[in-house]
């Protein structure tokens, strides 16, 4: 059984405060004559699910159309994160293996899959971050609008994972996912010079 956890893009879905919204437009309509429909998008890469691109948080680093495949395919856990808003560590995690943890998509319960983009919502810490990169993680995957904080200026989170040769993915819908073991596919779309891919995430147990 598969389970689709990415976000559907539509004029309804929470972008980031500030950040562009999606939007659909039309330059042919069969209606008005046109020999097909043929829509026209707007949208910022980081509406919906997504994975952000090094370079979305420091200039020289690797594009979107950069990113490797192997680190958004393969063995994921998703595991439900303490409702907290202090950094959480891994100790916290209940039900996190001992030993090589590549992907991990944490449930932090704020999500905008139900629509609202959410006022906060909780982060690993950056010493979480460094000892699941030293365990082998190559994704970090979130159900929130980012692994950082909203109000994070330094995304920490971000520039701990993307140092450390690690990927992330933000904005999952893991509401109907129970915690456990899955594979993942979830490709981010090659665009060349941005900063951020839109991704159609899967899980299959």
């Known amino acids: 059984m598969l389970h689709d956890i990415s976000i559907p893009l539509g004029a309804a879905t929470p972008e980031w405060p500030g950040d562009t919204p999606f939007s659909c437009g039309w330059t042919l309509r069969i209606a008005t004559g046109g020999s097909v429909n043929l829509s026209t998008l707007t949208l910022?890469?980081?509406?919906?699910?997504?994975?952000?691109?090094?370079?979305?948080?420091?200039?020289?680093?690797?594009?979107s159309h950069e990113l490797p495949i192997d680190p958004f395919v393969g063995p994921a856990i998703v595991c439900t994160v303490p409702d907290a808003l202090a950094p959480?560590?891994?100790?916290?995690?209940?039900?996190?293996p001992d030993g090589r943890i590549e992907r991990l998509l944490l449930r932090t319960g704020r999500s905008i899959a139900a629509g609202a983009f959410p006022e906060a919502w909780p982060t690993l810490s950056v010493r979480a971050v460094e000892?699941?990169?030293?365990?082998?993680?190559?994704?970090?995957?979130?159900?929130?609008p980012s692994v950082d904080h909203r109000e994070s200026k330094t995304l920490d989170v971000h520039r701990a994972l993307f140092g450390g040769g690690a990927y992330n993915l933000e904005n999952l819908d893991?509401?109907?996912?129970?915690?456990?073991e899955y594979e993942l596919l979830a490709?981010?779309?090659?665009?060349?010079?941005?900063?951020?891919?839109?991704?159609?995430?899967l899980l299959k147990r």
Not at 49 to 63: K, S
Not at 88 to 96: F, K, Q, S, W, Y
Not at 131 to 144: F, K, N, P, Q, S
């Open 187 to 201: 490709l981010p779309v090659s665009i060349i010079g941005a900063d951020g891919a839109p991704v159609r995430a």
């Open 44 to 63: 910022s890469p980081h509406i919906g699910t997504h994975a952000d691109a090094p370079l979305h948080v420091r200039d020289g680093w690797p594009a």
């Open 88 to 96: 959480v560590e891994l100790a916290a995690l209940d039900g996190l």
């Open 131 to 144: 000892e699941l990169i030293a365990r082998g993680l190559v994704l970090l995957g979130v159900d929130a």
């Open 174 to 180: 893991l509401r109907d996912v129970p915690d456990g």
